[in-house]
């Protein structure tokens, strides 16, 4: 598989901003994927950006791409104790299989 | 509900004792995968199929099976399990490889001693 690599903790104070990045190696990626892992349970879709795109907003969710670098980021506005998880960057490419980074423990303080 | 469901949660066996994980989805999803998710190396893919009776090998297929005889399941099969199979396993789903929302299970602890 490619190389997806991923901080793998993080602690920030709730009420911050939380920004998890990622990197990756393939340049065919087309779609990038975050997912959210809460414990004891599966992942969960949080939101995707298309390769083309350089940012994408959903409400306190702000997703940068930087092609160039093969960089993506997560960021977490007003970040609350219900925030806290594991989360994965993903990539497909061009075999359309989906490949996961380490994850990153999000641990918020209250 | 839309769901993916594996069996069992939890289960401890001995090395060399085959068992089956079960997945069933409820979607009529063609694309099926299992990963497995270690500390440290996130999730990788065990065994994908993209339809009935079509299945491949992801990243780390060794000492494992897996079949598609129905679209709905997708059992992962371990003939002679050994402790460094010891892992989170998880099936998911999707409409179509690659592109689209995978939906997950709750995943399967499983230890080998």
């Known amino acids: 598989g490619e190389d997806v690599e991923q901080s793998l903790f993080l602690s920030v104070r709730e009420g911050d901003s939380s920004v998890i990045n990622c990197t990756y190696t393939?340049?065919?990626?087309?779609?990038l994927y975050w997912y959210k892992q809460e414990p004891g349970a599966g992942l969960q879709l949080l939101t995707y950006?298309?390769?083309?795109?350089d940012m994408k907003q959903d409400q306190r969710l702000t997703v940068l791409l930087n092609k160039k670098d093969k960089h993506l980021s997560l960021r977490i506005a007003d970040t609350q104790t219900g925030d806290s998880a594991i989360y994965f960057c993903?990539?497909?490419?061009?075999?359309?299989?989906?490949?996961f980074g380490t994850g990153t423990r999000l641990t918020v303080i209250p | 509900e839309a769901q993916v469901t594996q069996n069992p949660r939890y289960l401890i066996t001995v090395t060399g004792k085959k068992l089956t994980v079960t997945c069933s989805q409820n979607?009529?999803?063609?694309?099926m995968s299992w990963y497995r998710q270690d500390p440290g190396l996130g999730l990788r893919q065990i065994y994908y199929?993209?339809?009935?009776?079509?299945?491949d090998k992801g990243d780390v297929p060794e000492g494992y099976k897996v079949s598609r005889k129905e679209k709905r399941n997708f059992p992962l099969i371990l003939e002679s399990p050994s402790p460094n199979q010891t892992s989170l396993y998880f099936c998911?789903?999707?409409?179509?490889?690659?592109?689209?929302?995978?939906?997950f299970g709750q995943g399967t602890r499983l230890t080998v001693v």
């Open positions: 993903a990539e497909t490419q061009s075999t359309n299989n989906l490949f």
């Open positions: 393939d340049s065919s990626s087309t779609y």
């Open positions: 950006i298309f390769s083309n795109m």
């Open positions: 979607m009529n999803h063609e694309y």
């Open positions: 199929s993209m339809n009935v009776e079509v299945t």
């Open positions: 998911a789903s999707n409409i179509r490889q690659g592109r689209t929302e995978a939906f």
